[in-house]
């Protein structure tokens, strides 16, 4: 089945700069990655996805890569804002459909 | 965007006895809905696929006749811990699938 690993477990950024998440996953049938945020005690909220016909996707601060024969797919989120501050996993499916969670990410920004 | 709920949204029971946990579908038929567990600080982790009109498939694991799952409509989906025991505390989030997953808000489950 898909193995999903996540990198880093934590980052810390200052308000303003850019934040990098990265992903691996390991089965090549895998063909939808999307990403979470998750809040506190809340439900995960898709942020972004990306399909595997294509390599990038970009929604105003947010972005994400994926580079197949790699692969491996990459968070980016720039200028930096408190409440981008949580905990974001990625996530990869797997032969049967079934999202396969990566361990997560969290997030702290400071002002 | 599509609506999942879940009720409860937090549970307290002891040790021993049941808990039922509702997934709905509030605008859209599910014909598979999932359920997840987190643990605190932990990534989710998938315990069973649920199938309206047929048995749940559940991940290696994950014991069967202690988290009975029933899809019994094409927006309705329960998990029913059987015996709880204060190791089963943890947050249960369900998800229906329609184009892409849509999770439920969760529910936190004591066993005291």
């Known amino acids: 089945g898909e193995n999903v690993e996540q990198h880093p477990s934590t980052l810390s950024v200052q308000e303003g700069d850019s934040a990098v998440i990265k992903c691996t996953y390991s089965d090549s049938a895998s063909n939808y990655f999307p990403w979470y945020k998750q809040e506190l005690g809340k439900r995960p909220q898709l942020i972004i996805d990306i399909r595997s016909n294509v390599g990038e996707k970009k929604d105003q601060r947010i972005a994400v890569t994926l580079n197949k024969t790699a692969k491996h797919f990459s968070l980016h989120i720039t200028e930096t804002q408190p409440e981008d501050s949580a905990v974001y996993f990625c996530a990869g499916t797997d032969s049967w459909g079934k999202l396969q969670f990566g361990a997560g990410t969290q997030v702290v920004v400071t002002p | 965007g599509a609506v999942v709920s879940q009720h409860p949204s937090w549970v307290i029971c002891k040790s021993g006895t049941s808990v039922k946990i509702e997934c709905r579908s509030l605008d859209f038929q599910a014909t598979t809905m999932f359920w997840y567990r987190q643990f605190p600080k932990q990534s989710l982790m998938l315990m069973a696929t649920?199938?309206?009109?047929?048995?749940?498939?559940?991940e290696q694991g994950v014991e069967k006749d202690k988290f009975l799952i029933n899809h019994a409509s094409l927006t309705l989906s329960t998990l029913t811990v059987t015996s709880a025991h204060p190791e089963d505390s943890s947050f249960y989030i369900c998800?229906?699938?329609?184009?892409?997953?849509?999770f439920g808000p969760g529910t936190r489950l004591t066993v005291t």
């Open positions: 649920s199938n309206e009109g047929s048995k749940a498939t559940y």
């Open positions: 998800s229906a699938r329609e184009h892409e997953q849509y």
